[in-house]
Nanobody
Framework: QVHVVESGGGLVQPGGSLRLSCAAS????????MGWYRQAPGKQRELVAS???????TYADSVKGRFTISRDNAENTVYLQMNSLKPEDTAVYYC????????WGQGTQVTVSS
């Protein structure tokens, strides 16, 4: 079993920054891809950013230039640095970990509002 735990969400004003963290633990041999998804009320869950174990990154067009994904392979941890936040970034952010199977965290709320 693999456990995935996110942290770092909260309330921030437009233009502000937040840093999300996600740690995977348990029966992990190796992790292929770690990524962040988000789901706003009434909308489908969408990819925000992902990073492969070799360091290749993928970003949604809506966050390019504002968000940065990184990972610590030794700690099985992935981070999402979010800058210049906008109200439309408000959502529950989920961490996804791909090892021998696919695992999701419970989500962390990010609210961007004045």
């Amino acid at each position: 079993q693999v456990h995935v735990v996110e942290s770092g969400g909260g309330l921030v004003q437009p233009g502000g920054s937040l840093r999300l963290s996600c740690a995977a633990s348990g029966s992990i041999f190796s992790i292929n891809t770690m990524g962040w998804y988000r789901q706003a009320p009434g909308k489908q869950r969408e990819l925000v950013a992902s990073i492969r174990n070799g360091g290749t990154t993928t970003y949604a067009d809506s966050v390019k230039g504002r968000f940065t994904i990184s990972r610590d392979n030794a700690e099985n941890t992935v981070y999402l640095q979010m800058n210049s936040l906008k109200p439309e970034d408000t959502a529950v952010y989920y961490c996804r970990v791909v090892t021998f199977a696919l695992f999701w965290g419970q989500g962390t709320q990010v609210t961007v509002s004045s």
